[in-house]
């Protein structure tokens, strides 16, 4: 199938419902069966008409450091100008993993990203899995940094008590909207565990994470009813939960919002997809629901109407403004239009980071690819060159037998031409630790089990691997148990992975062997439990992407050879099912 054929029939499949409607000068995305379209293409206005018009509530998500991607903020920067030309109430609100995914946001730790988001003036902000990347003293840090703070429900120090208020009421007038935030409770394998665990190996914090999903819908409704009882005319949930497949079935937005009763609107993150559809909850009332992609894609915009009903739609081109006089760029191959003050104030945070992030390392005659340009990312699902080149850089500079990588660690493309130290950022923005350490065969059976125990769906688990050969047969029903935070338990049957061997030779289950991987895995994330027991014999003082660099420097002599452009199941060999 080819890739447009597969894109159009992914779009129809996940967001259904959708009608797509020119405005203005750009195009958006409007609810079915909305009754204000007209409001929104009368000449001049953004947002429907002043008078009609309590508050404009714009949306991001995922934008993952995303200083010139798409829109940009610089756009965003633009677009929220002009409506505040228009409208006496505009508000801004995140709804998470803005501080992470790329190279200025690993080197500051996120900071940059608070500031600019202080420049754009946010109103509220929610915690996304990827904003507890950096350790929990950097998100402390980073939230005492953002003038708005974050909100969020469910991030709970063991025993209950919140770690940032659960919900704000912002009074736009005389309407009041109360917002409550929600974080993945899968988090706590979404993200480094070091600093969430105590010494005794127990979780010092909890993301109400169950095998129901009742103990997260559960403490929300309780946060619904306290905002309607606080004074809120509509409440509005922040949700970094998500909707795809690759999300855990009971902590997806829909399941949740099915439990509930008392919203008016859900703002979504966390899958990175684009939609603009209604949901069910628990009263069978349709409850508008809305994600603006990744990076930048889209601007959600929610209006308020000063008679009580709400309208939705996505901005996926920020139009040419009337009053305000813009700079153009090019980005993706399309011009857009971005506010002058905030591209200068990003282009110096950019030059700040150059000599860094422009240093060469080597080059590269042909694309190594993990993302297609329909955004399907093929490393979680299947052996990719990319991953075997991070991996095999693991393997080599530590000289161990194996190496491991969870799929989900790799980010972005790596293009043809010259590779420089940002190019290598922007595939592993993580900078991760990494854990040499001596494990059992059976852990490395267990693992590789684990790793593709959703396939066919895509999985960040997916297992990426060095001096590891094995088949998969997904045709055979996984009989992997995972507890209620989606970590690994047990094989409690047939197994998908046969033939694994190390090196040239069969794997020994009662043997054991050396791995590299980095601390995330080699600490729980993903749900890796199974080298828990392991022992560590050393941590190196390079991050990830350092190891990497090093790897193509030295090892590769600056020269990514042919190795890694044809690798189908070289290492993973999927039998016919």
């Not at 392991?534 to 992407?545: F, G, K, S, V, Y």
């Amino acid at each position: 199938m080819n890739k447009l054929l597969r894109l159009i029939l992914w779009a129809f499949l996940c967001f259904p419902g959708i009608a797509y409607v020119c405005a203005s000068s750009g195009m958006t995305v409007l609810a079915e069966g909305s009754d204000k379209a007209a409001d929104q293409d009368e000449p001049g206005y953004l947002a429907g008409s002043p008078e009609d018009v309590a508050a404009v509530i714009l949306h991001t998500n995922d934008a993952h450091v995303a200083f010139e991607d798409n829109i940009g903020y610089d756009g965003l920067a633009l677009y929220k100008e002009e409506l505040e030309e228009q409208y006496d109430h505009v508000l801004l609100i995140d709804a998470g993993d803005a501080i992470q995914g790329g190279p200025i946001g690993a080197i500051s730790k996120g900071a940059e990203l608070i500031k600019m988001m202080n420049r754009l003036g946010y109103d509220l902000a929610v915690p996304g899995n990827h904003e507890f990347d950096y350790g929990l003293e950097e998100l402390n840090d980073r939230a005492g940094e953002l003038d708005c703070g974050y909100t969020c429900a469910n991030f709970c120090v063991t025993g209950g008590e919140t770690v940032f208020q659960p919900w704000r009421i912002l009074g736009v007038g005389d309407v009041k909207i109360g917002f409550i935030g929600v974080v993945a409770p899968d988090t706590f394998t979404k993200t480094s565990i070091k600093d969430i665990l105590n010494e005794a190996g127990e979780p010092m914090y909890d993301f109400l994470a169950d095998e129901t999903g009742e103990r997260l819908a559960e403490a929300l409704q309780k946060y619904i009813d306290e905002v309607r009882e606080a004074g809120a005319d509509d409440v509005i949930l922040v949700s970094h939960l998500g909707n795809n497949g690759s999300i855990t079935a009971q902590f997806r937005c829909d399941a949740i919002a099915e439990k509930l009763s008392g919203l008016d609107m859900i703002i979504d993150a966390h899958s990175h997809e684009i939609y603009n559809r209604t949901v069910k909850d628990r009263t069978g009332k349709e409850i508008p629901i809305a994600q603006a992609g990744t990076r930048m894609q889209a601007i959600g915009q929610l209006t308020v109407y000063k008679d009580g009903h709400l309208e939705e739609r996505l901005v996926e081109e920020v139009p040419e403004p009337e009053n305000i006089r813009p700079e153009r760029v090019t980005r993706g191959g399309k011009e857009r239009y971005v506010d002058p003050e905030m591209k200068e104030y990003m282009d110096a945070i950019v030059a700040s980071y150059a000599d860094v992030m422009e240093r060469k390392i080597g080059s590269l005659a042909y694309d190594l690819i993990v993302r297609e340009e329909d955004g399907y990312d093929i490393s979680r699902v299947e052996e990719n060159g990319l991953c075997d080149l991070v991996a095999d850089a693991f393997r080599s500079i530590s000289d161990t037998q194996t190496a491991f990588l969870n799929a989900g660690s790799v980010r972005n493309n790596l293009e043809a031409g010259d590779i420089t130290y940002n190019n290598i950022l922007n595939i592993l923005p993580y900078s991760s630790d990494m854990v040499i350490a001596k494990v059992t065969g059976q852990m490395i059976l267990d693992a590789l089990e684990f790793g593709v125990a959703i396939l066919p769906d895509i999985s960040a688990r997916f297992p990426q691997v060095s001096g590891i050969t094995f088949h998969v047969n997904s045709g055979i029903p996984s009989s992997v148990k995972v507890d209620d935070r989606n970590q690994f338990v047990s094989v409690e049957g047939k197994r998908r992975v046969s033939d694994v061997k190390i090196g040239e030779e069969a794997l020994d289950p009662e043997k054991t062997y050396t791995l590299t991987a980095n601390s995330f895995l080699m600490t729980g994330g993903d749900g890796y439990t199974m080298f828990k027991d392991a022992e560590i014999l050393r941590t190196t003082m390079l991050p990830d992407n350092e190891v990497v660099i090093k790897y193509i420097e030295e090892n590769l002599g600056g020269v990514i050879p042919d190795l890694y452009k044809d690798i189908s199941g070289t290492r993973i060999i999927f039998d016919a099912e």
